[in-house]
């Protein structure tokens, strides 16, 4: 390693992402014991049935897929604290390679066509800098081998923040603000949908319904964590 990354280590050391130890030389965004220890879904199942019931009798989703647990006050919350408000796009790639990996292992590569982010509202991306789920499309994109779009699926409306509000809250500030300008571009593919969180799921609801409506085949959701 260039000796300039142990200088920089000891003036600036880089924090784990989750509980904010102190990180080695070797160690990236995430320590070696939270690697061990994050609350994963099943990895043997992939699909937990609480994920997929949030969906059923609303939107036609073939695999509801979630890599880790969100507890509140939990290391979990502090990842997505980091991803949204840390300056942090880097990290959300280095967790869609990690998941990517455990996917293609179950042979998830072989289910989808395209992965598509949960789009922003151009002026929330601009005061982010990135869209952390598109981030996270681009790390998943990476290990799977399949292609990633951000333009496919675009959002046309800059809405309230989703925090606090019931389903049904979320579900009308929601309604109407996903696009498909081109169905060419979704029409008979498998589509695997990201976002960084699932809580009621409406956002996800209605930005699927318009990509069935659009013409694709299959729709999977994947998020970086989920709320129990």
């Not at 292992?105 to 989808?112: H, R």
């Not at 300008?181 to 949908?193: F, Q, T």
């Not at 809580?199 to 996800?204: D, I, M, N």
């Not at 930005?207 to 659009?214: E, F, R, T």
């Amino acid at each position: 390693m260039n000796p300039l990354h142990y200088i920089q280590d000891f003036y600036f050391p880089r924090l784990c992402s989750a509980c904010e130890k102190t990180l080695t030389t070797y160690e990236k965004h995430i320590c070696i014991s939270c690697h061990l220890h994050l609350p994963k879904f099943k990895t043997e199942y992939f699909e937990d049935e609480f994920l997929a019931r949030k969906f059923w009798g609303k939107i036609n989703v073939k695999n509801t897929y979630s890599f880790l647990q969100f507890t509140k006050n939990g290391p979990v919350q502090h990842i997505l604290h980091q991803l949204k408000y840390r300056n942090k796009p880097e990290l959300a790639e280095y967790l869609g390679e990690w998941y990517g990996n455990d996917l293609k292992t179950k042979g998830f590569d072989k289910e989808i066509d395209l992965i598509l982010g949960v789009p922003l509202h151009p002026e929330k991306k601009k005061r982010r800098g990135y869209n952390q789920a598109d981030c996270f499309a681009k790390g998943l994109s990476t290990k799977l081998n399949v292609p990633r779009e951000e333009d496919v699926l675009i959002r046309t409306a800059f809405t309230e923040t989703q925090t606090n509000k019931s389903r049904f809250k979320r579900f009308q500030n929601m309604e109407g603000v996903f696009e498909v300008p081109n169905p060419k571009a979704v029409r008979g593919k498998r589509i695997a949908l990201v976002d960084d969180v699932l809580t009621t799921g409406a956002t996800l609801e209605v930005a699927g319904a318009v990509l069935m409506a659009s013409g694709c085949s299959e729709l999977s959701i994947l998020t970086i964590a989920a709320a129990l």
